[in-house]
């Protein structure tokens, strides 16, 4: 299917671009909401650790550290040892200090008073649920007990997550790309010199083998292979003018061959005529006239 190099490495480089971006892709889907718990948990134990600095009886929306981690999603709901709210986080900013007052003594109520068992003084006891990232605590300040539910809603995560998703998407279609133009201008970079090569070598076929093809290649396996191309040219010169040395030689020797041919034939004429004019008397008047004639 792919009978040329420059085809095969490009298929090849692309196959590996994208196993690899798809392997990332999935360990990225199947790792990333762990991932995400455990840097929100490490959030929300920061959110505690801070807190337990700030005066709580006193905590407004204007804190700095609260609109920090209100900024990362995170919601808040504090009361004090009486179940009084003293801090809960809402959308609505203008509510009525009633109908306000009113909805944080249900979210405390709901958060808080119902789930006791699961506050500890300790440490802020972490929880991956169905729809919320949470951690309870108790922070003790001045003799007095306050009662700490931080969490993040999971709708959150999965908007952040398929945000994500779709981010790390166009970014493996983006690479791939980018990798796919890449592996095109490498395997032209190292299919030029050798197409270049293949000419040079039927230029030098054409020319009776007289040419050689340059050695200073950018790259070696590519110099290695002309230089045994020039090796091969010059043993095929050699032997070409070996040929041409022994097709000149046995010219020459026919041509002498050619040339002491009729000498001999005469020396021979002359021997068998000696012979007959000696041995038949009567004949070598007829002899002398053939030879006059």
């Avoid at 801070?50 to 009886?57: A, C, G, R």
């Avoid at 090569?197 to 040419?211: D, G, M, Q, S, Y």
Wanted: charged share 25%; with cysteine; hydrophobic share 40%.
């Amino acid at each position: 299917m792919f009978k040329t190099i420059k085809s095969r490495m490009i298929f090849m480089q692309t196959i590996t671009i994208f196993f690899i971006l798809g392997i990332l892709f999935v360990l990225f889907s199947a790792f990333a909401e762990d991932y995400y718990f455990s840097r929100k948990i490490g959030v929300i134990k920061q959110s505690f650790s801070v807190l337990q600095k700030e005066d709580i009886s006193g905590l407004t929306y204007k804190n700095r550290y609260i609109i920090s981690f209100e900024e990362q999603k995170l919601r808040f709901v504090i009361a004090n040892e009486k179940f009084e709210p003293i801090y809960v986080t809402s959308r609505i900013k203008n509510l009525k200090p009633m109908a306000q007052n009113a909805k944080a003594k249900a979210k405390v109520e709901n958060s808080i008073v119902t789930k006791l068992y699961r506050f500890s003084e300790k440490e802020i006891v972490t929880n991956n649920g169905v729809g919320r990232i949470s951690g309870r605590g108790i922070i003790t300040q001045d003799g007095h007990k306050y009662y700490l539910y931080v969490y993040e809603l999971k709708s959150n995560m999965k908007i952040h997550l398929s945000f994500y998703k779709l981010f790390f998407g166009i970014m493996l279609i983006l690479v791939a790309v980018v990798g796919v133009v890449v592996s095109v201008v490498i395997s032209n970079r190292i299919c030029k010199p050798i197409r270049q090569i293949e000419e040079n070598t039927k230029l030098a076929v054409k020319n009776n083998f007289e040419l050689n093809i340059n050695e200073n290649q950018e790259f070696v396996e590519l110099s290695g292979l002309a230089h045994s191309i020039n090796i091969m040219l010059a043993k095929i010169r050699e032997q070409i003018t070996e040929l041409e040395n022994e097709i000149e030689n046995k010219t020459n020797r026919n041509r002498k061959e050619r040339k002491t041919m009729p000498r001999r034939q005469t020396l021979d004429f002359l021997t068998q005529f000696a012979r007959v004019y000696h041995s038949e008397p009567a004949l070598r008047t007829e002899l002398c006239g053939l030879v006059m004639n």
